[in-house]
C-alpha cells in the first residue's frame, strides 16, 4: 500500500484526565511546523557461541512525541500543561513612551501597576541611552525617578452582548469607571468611552464617565534634571482589564498535571493517515525568541497507556 504524506498535518490534543483546567477544551497546536511521534523498545538477544543471536525479545516499549509550533496562547499552557484556569485582562507592556521629564509626568496609560525602567533621551549632562536609576520611596536625587503606582481598584471589564443592569460599573482602557445610566445589553465591540464625564452609547446600554478610579499612575524626577532639559523614555505595565487572558500558575505538588488525548492526521492527495495515543503528558515547552525570525516553540509529550490498557490506534486509508 502507497500512502505518502507532505507537509506537517494537524496536531490536536483532548483533555481528559489528569489535573483538569475548568471547561476541559480541545486544543489545536497552532502554526504547526513539525512533529515526531517516537515508538522506541528495548530489545534484548539471547547468544551462545555464535555471532548472530539465537533469539531476540522486546520487553518496555517507551512512545514519546515532539514538535514546534509557531502559535503562543494561554489557552495551550492553561488546558494541557499546568491545568489551571485563565482570567480576563492582562497587564500590558509599554515600551519607550517618549516624555518630557517634570515634577509629576501622568502616564499615557493611568492605570499603570509597575515601573519596567526609564532610560533617558536627551537633556544636557545625559548620555542617551542611560538608564536612570528608580529612588523607591524617596524624592529622587539628580540621575534618579520615583514611580507611583495607580491606586484604583476594576469594577470588572467590560463583557461584549451582555446585559447591563441599572447602575453597574466597569473599569474602561483608560483607568475610568463607567457607570451604566441606561440599562440594556453591549455591543459586539468595545466602544471608545468618553473619559471627560460624558456618555458613551455602547449597544443599548449608555455608559457616564465617573472619572479616573483612584490615582493615576505617576513618574517624578529631580528639579534640577527637569530644568535641564531631560527628555526619556518610560517603560512600564498597566492594568487592560477590557483585552487577553491572564494565567496565573501558583506552585503545584509533583505529579500535578493534566493528561489528553492526541490526535496527529493528514491529508495528501485524497489520502488519510493518523495516530490517536489516548494518555499523554506534556513534559517541556519553550517560549523563544530569535532576531528577525518567527517565534517557534518546541514542545515535548509522553504518552502512556489508558484505563482501559490501551496505548491509542493508528488509522489510514488504503488504496
Known amino acids: 500500500m502507497l500512502n505518502p504524506q507532505f507537509g506537517s498535518g494537524v496536531l490536536t490534543a483532548i483533555p481528559n484526565a ?67 484556569p485563565t482570567t480576563a485582562g492582562v497587564l500590558r507592556p509599554v515600551y519607550n513612551e517618549l516624555r518630557t521629564a517634570a515634577a509629576s509626568i501622568t502616564t499615557n496609560n493611568a492605570a499603570a501597576t509597575a515601573d519596567l525602567g526609564v532610560i533617558a533621551t536627551g537633556g544636557t549632562g545625559f548620555s542617551v541611552g542611560t538608564q536612570l536609576t528608580n529612588s523607591g520611596t524617596a524624592a529622587p536625587s539628580s540621575g534618579q525617578y520615583k514611580f507611583t503606582a495607580w491606586t484604583g481598584t476594576s469594577p470588572g471589564a467590560w463583557q461584549a452582548e451582555h446585559t447591563y443592569a441599572l447602575n453597574a460599573t466597569i473599569l474602561d482602557p483608560a483607568g475610568h469607571t463607567q457607570k451604566v445610566t441606561t440599562a440594556g445589553t453591549s455591543g459586539a465591540a468595545l466602544p471608545t468611552f468618553n473619559d471627560s464625564l460624558s456618555t458613551t452609547t455602547d449597544g443599548t446600554v449608555v455608559w457616564t464617565d465617573q472619572g479616573l478610579s483612584g490615582t493615576a499612575g505617576t513618574y517624578t524626577f529631580n528639579a534640577a534634571d527637569v530644568t535641564a532639559g531631560l527628555t526619556v523614555a518610560l517603560n512600564y505595565v498597566w492594568d487592560d482589564v477590557d483585552h487577553g487572558v491572564t494565567l496565573a500558575i501558583p506552585a503545584q505538588l509533583e505529579g500535578y498535571a493534566p493528561q489528553f488525548t492526541v490526535v496527529l492526521y493528514n491529508n495528501f492527495k485524497g489520502q488519510l493517515f493518523g495516530i490517536q495515543l489516548n494518555a499523554c503528558v506534556l513534559g517541556g515547552c519553550s517560549i523563544p525568541t530569535k532576531q528577525e525570525d518567527f517565534w517557534v516553540a518546541d514542545f515535548d509529550f509522553s504518552c502512556g497507556r489508558d484505563a482501559s490498557n490501551n496505548l491509542g490506534s493508528i488509522f489510514a486509508d488504503q488504496i
Open 18 to 84: 489528569g489535573n483538569l483546567a475548568a471547561n476541559p477544551t480541545p486544543m489545536q497546536f497552532g502554526l504547526l511546523q513539525e512533529v515526531q511521534i517516537e515508538i522506541k523498545g528495548d530489545t534484548k538477544e539471547l547468544y551462545d557461541n555464535l555471532q548472530i543471536p539465537a533469539a531476540i525479545a522486546r520487553g518496555k516499549i517507551k512512545v514519546t512525541g515532539k514538535g514546534k509550533m509557531a502559535s503562543l496562547d494561554p489557552m495551550f499552557f492553561s488546558q494541557l500543561y499546568f491545568g489551571l
